[in-house]
């Protein structure tokens, strides 16, 4: 059944309400350097309920000019992932307009919130998220179809053979897919399936069927949706690693089998004190790339610990150009998501509470040396 319970519409209300170190050392030529615009005031941190920096004058005011416009220049997409409750905030809700050219639903599409109860679908939270879109010419990507986190309980009482995990799985996948067919242009079909520390992620999906849910998730898509971008997305996969070289690795396997895998999500949550090399992520994506997959840059944000410094927000503003640039330069490298609007509306401190101010914009949705950056580099080739 498909409907949008009372129930679980106030559930999901209720659940969305709660709540110095120097530069790093690059050698290579996609190093962390770019002109900036001149702001000189820390900024405090930037999650709900912090109190940011009144320093901020109107001489260092950085006006929004338009990521999606600049970006469209070089058909790239510049996307952000966006929470429905915050629509409701009318400042939010222009910036996602305005600012960006794709829409991915933060929670919304998780399987825990589309699908709370075997048998019923609540899909009016994605259908607003859907509209809202299409009528500001958005493109959207679906997040996620299947994951092993913000997963029902249900799932794992009642789903205890393989038989039983891949029907489940398909009937998941052909429900949602088939919902919003022509809608959606792009969906993370699967997330976060490489351990960290080796082979694939042991998860009720892996112990019932190995890589066979994979398989079978991709094709229910594809069947579906022929014309959606079929995705495997995970983190710290950006530079070659050892745990890209398993995602590398799983995705020859799939192609080889005829599934329909069209590309990869490299998801970039970043910490600004441990940031990748980019001439190995442009590395990354040119291997993925020439196996004949799209590669995505699905869920950027660099977060810093601590409260933001003038200098820190510094290098943090050449880490966000330096990976612009990167996509700009490397074939096979077309989108960019931040994972949020703004650093009010991140989920960085809530879930690593001495962290924060990962975004393009701060706590009261003035732009960041970060956002310039992203302009400078898509005004300046």
């Not at 005031?41 to 901020?56: I, L, V």
């Not at 991709?218 to 014309?227: G, I, N």
């Not at 998801?267 to 590669?295: T, Y």
Request: aromatic residues 10%; hydrophobic residues 45%.
């Amino acid at each position: 059944m498909v409907h949008a319970s009372f129930t679980s519409m106030l559930a999901f209300f209720l659940f969305f309400s709660s709540g110095c170190a120097t530069a790093p050392k690059v050698e290579d030529p996609y190093s962390f350097g770019v002109e900036l615009m001149a702001d000189s005031s820390p900024e405090s941190a930037q999650n709900e309920g912090s109190s940011p920096a009144t320093a901020h004058t109107a001489a260092q005011e950085i006006p929004l000019v338009g990521l999606r416009g600049l970006a469209a220049a070089y058909h790239l997409d510049f996307g952000v992932a966006v929470a429905f409750k915050a629509l409701s905030i009318s400042k939010y809700a222009q910036i996602v307009s305005s600012e960006f050219s794709t829409l991915t639903p933060e929670n919304e599409m998780k399987w825990q919130y589309i699908h709370p109860v075997a048998g019923s679908y609540e899909l009016f939270f994605g259908d607003q998220l859907v509209q809202f879109a299409q009528s500001h010419q958005m493109k959207v990507r679906g997040h996620t179809l299947v994951w092993h986190n913000q997963l029902p309980r249900w799932v794992s009482e009642s789903v205890t053979t393989e038989d039983a995990l891949l029907k489940l799985v398909t009937e998941h996948v052909s429900t949602i897919v088939g919902h919003y067919r022509g809608k959606i242009a792009k969906w993370d079909v699967a997330n976060e399936v490489i351990d960290d520390a080796q082979g694939m992620r042991d998860t009720l999906f892996y112990r019932l069927s190995g890589t066979e849910f994979l398989s079978t998730a991709f094709r229910a898509a594809h069947e579906a949706d022929a014309d959606a971008l079929l995705y495997l997305n995970d983190y710290s996969v950006e530079a070659i690693n050892p745990k890209s070289n398993r995602l590398y690795e799983l995705c020859k396997a799939l192609l080889a089998q005829g599934v329909p895998l069209h590309g990869v999500g490299l998801q970039a949550h970043w910490d600004l004190d441990d940031l990748p090399s980019m001439s190995s992520v442009r590395k990354n994506i040119e291997r993925f790339a020439a196996l004949g997959l799209k590669v995505d840059i699905t869920e950027l944000d660099i977060r810093m610990k601590g409260a933001p410094t003038p200098e820190r927000l510094r290098v943090q503003a050449e880490a966000y150009a330096a990976l612009v640039r990167v996509v700009l330069d490397t074939e096979g490298s077309d989108s960019i998501t931040v994972w949020g609007v703004d650093d009010g509306h991140s989920w960085v401190p809530q879930w690593m509470s001495s962290y924060g101010s990962a975004l393009l914009l701060d706590g009261k949705y003035r732009a960041k040396q970060a956002y310039a950056a992203v302009v400078g580099e898509l005004s300046n080739r």
